[in-house]
């Protein structure tokens, strides 16, 4: 489709195991934004994409999440030593820059045993 | 701290009737806002968005309303329908494009046939 896909839809791990999220935004979209979802609560900033390089990565919660996007397109999200406090959804949006309206995909659910 | 607030987390409307989800905001730096919808086990979908140079947008049943002074947006969907049942979350930031958007918390809406 033309949305932006994201990958696995599901990850259950284990603690302290690594775990990498994908996410495919539509074609042309500039920039990518990570964000967070935990029960309850609205998303949470991580990381900002333009093209290649992080604009802003002033929301990831420490050293555990790294993220890229090495041709300027597909994104993955890093995270390291998972820890149960990391289990939420994921959610990937692309924005075309020049209207700032985000688009989401449907979410990668992490849930860190 | 919360920078977006929505402080309503549920309301119920009859169909038919008018649906107002509030919004306020604590950073005056903030000029753009989007109300964005969400159904359970998909991805946030852009509704409307607003600019602080307007205090009003409209779109179809959809109405944004913006008070720069009190710090606070209103989404009005007039008529409610069935299928409006679903999470709404307000979002703002900092100009248009290349900032990150803070989001509420969220209110759920429920339509009543």
């Known amino acids: 489709g033309a949305g932006v896909s994201q990958t696995p839809s599901n990850k259950v791990t284990e603690k302290g195991k690594y775990v990498e999220l994908r996410c495919d935004p539509i074609?042309?979209?500039?920039?990518l934004y990570w964000y967070r979802q935990s029960l309850g609560q609205g998303p949470e900033f991580l990381i900002y994409?333009?093209?290649?390089?992080?604009?802003?990565d002033s929301g990831l919660p420490n050293d555990r999440f790294f993220a890229v996007r090495p041709e300027g397109s597909v994104s993955t999200l890093k995270i390291q030593r998972t820890e149960r406090g990391d289990s939420a959804v994921y959610l990937c949006?692309?924005?075309?820059?020049?209207?700032?309206?985000?688009?989401f995909g449907e979410g990668s659910r992490l849930t860190v045993l | 701290d919360q920078q977006v607030k929505q402080n309503s987390p549920s309301l119920s409307v009859q169909e038919g009737r008018i649906s107002i989800l509030n919004c306020d905001y604590t950073?005056?730096?903030?000029?753009?806002f989007l109300w964005y919808k969400k159904y359970p086990a998909e991805g946030p979908t852009f509704l409307i968005s607003?600019?602080?140079?307007?205090d009003k947008n409209e779109d179809g049943r959809f109405t944004v309303f913006l008070n720069k002074s009190a710090k606070h947006l209103s989404l009005h969907i007039v008529p409610s329908q069935p299928g409006d049942s679903a999470v709404y979350f307000c979002?703002?930031?900092?100009?248009?494009?290349?900032?990150?958007?803070?989001f509420g918390t969220g209110t759920s809406l429920t339509v009543i046939p």
């Open positions: 074609s042309g979209h500039t920039a």
């Open positions: 607003i600019s602080s140079i307007k």
């Open positions: 979002a703002a930031s900092e100009g248009r494009t290349g900032n990150q958007f803070y």
């Open positions: 950073n005056s730096m903030f000029d753009y």
């Open positions: 994409f333009q093209g290649t390089g992080a604009a802003d």
């Open positions: 949006a692309s924005s075309p820059i020049a209207t700032g309206e985000l688009f």
